[in-house]
């Protein structure tokens, strides 16, 4: 089984920057992945890393240090549309695909 | 397009009542997954498969069940026996990239 922490809740301006934090404790690592969840809509895909290193997307980048079991999230030139619940979740090694773990999810709060 | 499709949106269901909720994918993906996720807490894994007439136990399956009769379909039934199970459901379905999920089902008990 696996334990995996992050922060509750973050408030940041729109045009600021924004780091989510991820804790991870997993038996068979095979991959870490970041979602975004709107209320009461479907999480959808941001980032995959399973090699330790920084993935940059647009204004989205995520950081993986297996050593550590630590990732971040990081959302750049924030927008309003940003604001949003982010799932950290990771995937076990074992099985066809691998089941995946998620976290409690950081609500992301953007203010003008 | 290809996606994963799930229905109703919103159900009620009335105390002893089973109810069934739909998942329905045209991705091809082998694996599928049903999620229960409540207020300020993460995904809890119900149910999943991996191939068709086949399925496993994930942590919280006491008062589910399902079945995969075909690739493409992944029904999740919650029984009388589920004592708490107004939530928000989602179904995904996966391939080495990640899963795609749902909309979801809200359920509630009235």
């Known amino acids: 089984g696996q334990n995996i922490d992050q922060p509750t809740e973050m408030t940041a301006t729109e045009g600021a920057i924004v780091q989510i934090n991820c804790t991870y404790q997993t038996s068979g690592f095979n991959g870490l992945f970041w979602y975004q969840q709107h209320a009461g809509e479907a999480p959808t895909f941001l980032s995959y890393n399973v090699l330790d290193g920084l993935e940059e997307k647009g204004r989205f980048s995520s950081f993986l240090s297996r050593s550590k079991g630590y990732s971040y999230l990081l959302l750049k030139e924030l927008q309003m549309k940003d604001s949003a619940s982010y799932l950290c979740?990771?995937?076990?090694?074992?099985?066809?695909?691998?089941?995946?773990?998620f976290g409690a999810g950081t609500q992301v709060v953007v203010t003008p | 397009d290809g996606g994963i499709t799930q229905s109703p949106k919103y159900l009620f269901r009335k105390e002893g009542q089973n109810v069934t909720l739909s998942c329905e994918q045209n991705?091809?993906?082998?694996?599928m997954y049903w999620y229960r996720q409540d207020p300020g807490q993460g995904l809890r894994l119900i149910y999943y498969s991996q191939i068709v007439n086949d399925f496993q136990k994930g942590d919280i399956a006491e008062g589910y069940s399902v079945s995969r009769e075909k690739k493409e379909s992944f029904p999740l039934t919650v029984t009388s026996a589920q004592k708490n199970p107004t939530a928000f459901y989602l179904c995904a379905s996966g391939g080495m990239g990640g899963y795609t999920f749902g909309s979801g089902t809200r359920l509630t008990v009235v």
């Open positions: 979740a990771v995937r076990e090694i074992g099985d066809s695909w691998g089941k995946f773990q």
């Open positions: 991705l091809n993906h082998d694996a």
